[in-house]
């Protein structure tokens, strides 16, 4: 379902732009294309300039980084974000094949976040095969529909993938919003099938950007809502790891990625997307695998 509407939301978009362009400057078809490709390009440098503007408002501590650094940062994040948004998430089909499953004795099972799909797992999925790991995916849909409704997704996938591998456990690895869902199966269907639980720059006790963000899943986000507040409540009955971005343009105030009893992980420098195409992640999730 989201690759499907972010491909129609794209193609609207360029023929929208292109024919305002062709309208008011009378230039020609060509000419106009061009334009809005440029315009889709500027308008997501400004959704990443608008998320740390706004984060630089809620957020928590953290090394202060050089202006390099913080180049790095931002270019990197828009880079991620176009690759996810605009190149692989539209054409989900075209870049991510079936998963490899193959008998194991724990696979990985990875978890997308809000306004996701599996597809943004395409490079770490590749990356983690090539350490040797068995690696499933799932599609948690509808996108914006209230948590608590996605994590029977969650566990039917992963009845699947122990079917497929003959698995007793798996290990759960998850992005963002993807790690209060495994958080919310863990306090519904307990650890008998999941060894450990690794989240990626998850708002564990919410974010402040999801008071402007659209579906019940949003609001359960915000900071202080009943539902984290039940989530908390609930202790992570299993090894826990939390590798977090002290400087996330997502979650903000950034140390509400910090989980109670987890192992801490903190991954300076980098943006909320870019993390799940650093080879550090890639290097944290291979040793925490083992």
């Given at each position: 379902?989201?690759?499907?509407?972010?491909?129609?939301?794209?193609?609207?978009?360029?023929?929208?732009?292109?024919?305002?362009?062709?309208?008011?400057?009378?230039?020609?078809?060509?000419?106009?294309?061009?334009?809005?490709?440029?315009?889709?390009?500027?308008?997501?440098?400004?959704?990443?300039?608008?998320?740390?503007?706004?984060?630089?408002?809620?957020?928590?501590?953290?090394?202060?980084?050089?202006?390099?650094?913080?180049?790095?940062?931002?270019?990197?994040?828009?880079?991620?974000?176009?690759?996810?948004?605009?190149?692989?998430?539209?054409?989900?089909?075209?870049?991510?094949?079936?998963?490899?499953?193959?008998?194991?004795?724990?696979?990985?099972?990875?978890?997308?976040?809000?306004?996701?799909?599996?597809?943004?797992?395409?490079?770490?999925?590749?990356?983690?095969?090539?350490?040797?790991?068995?690696?499933?995916?799932?599609?948690?849909?509808?996108?914006?529909?209230?948590?608590?409704?996605?994590?029977?997704?969650?566990?039917?996938?992963?009845?699947?993938?122990?079917?497929?591998?003959?698995?007793?456990?798996?290990?759960?690895?998850?992005?963002?919003?993807?790690?209060?869902?495994?958080?919310?199966?863990?306090?519904?269907?307990?650890?008998?099938?999941?060894?450990?639980?690794?989240?990626?720059a998850s708002p564990h006790f919410g974010s402040e950007l999801a008071r402007i963000g659209i579906g019940a899943n949003a609001r359960e986000?915000?900071?202080?809502?009943?539902?984290?507040?039940?989530?908390?409540?609930?202790?992570?009955?299993?090894?826990?790891?939390?590798?977090?971005?002290?400087?996330?343009?997502?979650?903000?105030?950034?140390?509400?990625?910090?989980?109670?009893?987890?192992?801490?992980?903190?991954?300076?420098?980098?943006?909320?997307?870019?993390?799940?195409?650093?080879?550090?992640?890639?290097?944290?999730?291979?040793?925490?695998?083992?």
């Amino acid at each position: 379902m989201v690759p499907v509407s972010l491909l129609i939301v794209l193609a609207a978009e360029l023929l929208l732009y292109a024919s305002l362009v062709h309208h008011f400057l009378d230039s020609s078809w060509s000419a106009s294309a061009i334009a809005a490709i440029g315009m889709v390009l500027g308008l997501r440098a400004g959704i990443i300039a608008v998320t740390w503007a706004f984060a630089r408002a809620h957020h928590s501590p953290a090394r202060k980084l050089s202006v390099g650094e913080l180049l790095r940062m931002f270019v990197g994040e828009y880079l991620a974000f176009l690759l996810t948004f605009v190149f692989i998430l539209p054409f989900e089909r075209l870049w991510m094949g079936r998963d490899r499953l193959r008998p194991c004795a724990r696979p990985l099972v990875l978890v997308h976040g809000y306004g996701c799909s599996s597809g943004v797992w395409w490079l770490l999925r590749r990356r983690l095969e090539a350490a040797g790991h068995t690696v499933a995916t799932v599609n948690l849909a509808p996108p914006y529909t209230n948590l608590g409704k996605l994590v029977p997704l969650l566990d039917r996938r992963i009845e699947q993938v122990r079917s497929a591998t003959g698995a007793e456990q798996v290990v759960l690895i998850a992005h963002s919003m993807g790690g209060l869902v495994c958080r919310s199966y863990l306090a519904r269907f307990g650890s008998e099938h999941v060894e450990r639980l690794i989240t990626i720059a998850s708002p564990h006790f919410g974010s402040e950007l999801a008071r402007i963000g659209i579906g019940a899943n949003a609001r359960e986000m915000e900071p202080g809502s009943l539902w984290l507040k039940d989530l908390a409540a609930e202790d992570v009955p299993v090894r826990a790891i939390s590798i977090r971005t002290p400087h996330d343009n997502f979650v903000m105030p950034q140390d509400n990625q910090r989980l109670p009893g987890a192992i801490d992980v903190a991954l300076d420098g980098i943006g909320h997307i870019a993390v799940l195409f650093s080879r550090r992640t890639t290097r944290e999730l291979v040793a925490a695998c083992r």
